[in-house]
């Protein structure tokens, strides 16, 4: 039976191999860089190709500084460096030290070719871009079924609103049968009538994105009634369906934020609004009730009833303000009277009776001052302190003056 090796072994002895080669241990290669990365520790990773074939290269942070330009997807470079295997993984790979500069890849002429024409043709105006509405139903996807990128895309759009429709057209997105499979996906979905389109895969180097850089996708892209959201790659890869799309999405991710509402922010503004309006209400009505009393206020006091009793109430405002005013008049009428009386007093026969005179008056009432007044036989009554008394004259004397006064008077 023959010897049994385990994997390490194997893979250390074609290290040995590798090694004792003196042409794979200093070896400069000339290839169309893609898949480059720059990793946090300070290496680059990238991969070298041409029409048939493809080459893994690492370059390691010491060599780095050799290194006076920033390596790039398709630009052209000879790559000075060894070739040995990586034990781990079983696989070769191009240990670089010296990168040179060897001009544009043909992919990227390419490209750079296609733009300038598309872009003389129109596809890029914005006139001609459709706004993707912000309340969507029904979501087209065209990518691959399998992969990040539709998880990705269902992921957030689920989400953001698990009340959406996501439609998939599984379309071929590397490779000669990507064109038509995309541009077969973007006109299916668009039949079917979805609201918006995310058109796209993941990351991938130029070669393998390059189906997104095709005139047919482009055409197809710009000839859609629906909105596109081109989302091909990473945020720094750049495809021509994302100059003629819609709107340009980073990454497939971000293609989904942009294509489908977030519900739930949706519903907090309506609550949001609900209070805001629910308060509006509430002031408002306030303030209607508020003219409603006051308007009803107004109405009682020019009602009649209010007038009745406002009238009412003047009137016996009035009676008291009448009677005070009286009882007030009548209390200073009162103490004039008084005031009458004493002065009054001072001048009444009464008075001077109680001081010992008295007061004779004839029938008539006339006050006897004078014997001319009075005839013999007549009856007088004379008023004394404590009563009257009623006599009859039965002679009339008086003095010499008087008496040739009556004679006098009475010889005319």
Known sequence: MSNIYTVTQINRYIKNMFTQDYLLQSVSIRGEVSNCKYHSSGHIYFTLKDREGTLSCIMFAGYRKELNFLL???????????IAVYERDGKYQ????KIEKSGEGALFEEFQRLKARLKEKGLFENMYKQPVPAYIRTLGVVTASTGAAIRDIVQ???RRNPFLQILLYPAVVQGEAAVPSIVKGIRALEQVGVDVMIVGRGGGSLEDLWAFNSEEVAQAVFDCSVPIISAVGHETDTTIIDYVADLRAPTPSAAAELAVY???AFFLQLREREDSLRQYMQKRIQIERMRLEQKSLRLKALSPL???????FWC??????????????????RVELELWIERLQGLSPLEKLKQGYSYTVNKQGENIRD?????QGEELTI???NGQIVTQVKEIQGGKEERESTDAGGGA
């Open 72 to 82: 790039q997807e398709g630009q052209q470079v000879v790559v000075q460096g060894g």
């Open 94 to 97: 191009l240990y670089a030290r």
């Open 156 to 158: 957030v759009a689920k």
């Open 262 to 264: 977030d519900v739930y």
């Open 306 to 312: 209010n007038q009745i009793r406002e009238k009412r």
């Open 316 to 333: 016996i405002r009035s009676e008291e303000i009448l009677r005070e005013t009286m009882e007030k008049r009548l209390r200073h009428k």
């Open 371 to 375: 014997i001319a007044q009075v005839e």
């Open 383 to 385: 008023y004394v302190t």
